[in-house]
């Protein structure tokens, strides 16, 4: 199967739209791109906002990496 290429912003909008229509979703919890400490621009270092560890988290990330991949831009010098 093909992965569907999409952009860092399309990615995390569509982890929280999973994650809200996830049957075990809590009001309050959210993807958040660039958790404390991370560098660059990259959302590579997702952290989460709301319960600290939910399994409906990990459903959604287990279901995007098997349905998308992530164009990350090309850096100018």
Known sequence: ???????EEQYLREM???LRE???YIGG???LPHPPGAEGDSILGIAWAGI???Q????????MERDFEVEYPRRRF
């Open 16 to 18: 929280n739209r999973r």
């Open 22 to 24: 996830h049957p075990d």
């Open 52 to 54: 600290v560890f939910h």
């Open 29 to 31: 919890m959210e993807f």
């Open 56 to 63: 409906a988290y990990r459903e959604v990330l287990d279901s």
């Open 1 to 7: 199967m093909n992965k569907k290429i999409i952009t």
